[in-house]
């Protein structure tokens, strides 16, 4: 009897779970990733969209493996267990100069074929580029707006696609820290109010953090060679491919997409 009582009880008391983290995660905000192409999102937490990324300064460069955001142009689902995320639908039409294998190892986890999403994170804050999100705030300044500038790659060994050094730091302009010039061929961003993302948050564990997100709709192929240069010497300390946060689709925990 108390097992037919406890196993009649399992359901409500997964339902209970599910609520329950639903909500928690509804009032940290709007969440990220999502797909770019559904504009549909009922998270009630509003913030003001950041200003753009020419008046705020760059404050971290960094990427993941795979795309974490969806969208018509990069939306084969990967099968890499260990990281997910999406790959960009050009993948399997890459020739087989561009899937050459490259001598040394690249970035700890980067091959030709790869697909990877870079994000140029921009702060209100008075900081200088440096490593991780630290970077992007300061004792006097612990809440800033936030924008992420967001572009996907295909990763190629082609010596003519995208060099990935011309997309990094390289000075003040009108005062402001800023990267280089970011893809201008790939779509009208789609912007949206969102979270930081990465592997450590979940639908039960989300981010607190409000960001403005810019992503670009369409990827673009970066030059394995280049991107092997900058993993070799950056000032943000990044070596590797970052994992990723599975995709929010719980229109609860997303903004709506306003065009």
Known sequence: MKAAIKSSLLPALSLFSFEAFAT???????QTPRDIDSLQGHN??????????????LCNIHFHKNAEHKAKDFSVVSNDPKYGGFQCNATASLTPA?????????????????????HWVHSSCDVKPGPTLGACLNDSCANPDLRVETQV???VNDKNAQDFTALDYQGQVGGYHQAGALPSNTGTPVEF??????????????????VSWSVRPSCAKVDINSLARWCNDNA????????????????????????
Not at 98 to 118: F, H, M, Q, R, S
Request: charged share 25%; with cysteine; proline share 10%.
């Open 153 to 155: 790659f295909l990763v």
């Open 193 to 210: 109010l969102g979270s930081t993302t990465g592997p450590s948050y979940n639908n039960q564990q989300c981010s607190p953090l409000q």
């Open 24 to 30: 928690q995660c509804e009032s940290a905000g709007p």
């Open 44 to 57: 009630k937490r509003v913030f003001a969209m950041a200003p753009p990324k020419e008046k705020l300064n």
């Open 98 to 118: 561009e899937l050459a294998p490259v001598e040394d190892k690249v970035c700890n986890n980067v091959k030709p074929g790869d697909t990877i999403e870079v």
């Open 236 to 259: 943000f300390e990044e070596d590797h491919a970052h994992g990723i946060r599975k995709l929010v689709t719980d229109p609860r925990l997303l903004s709506p997409i306003t065009h």
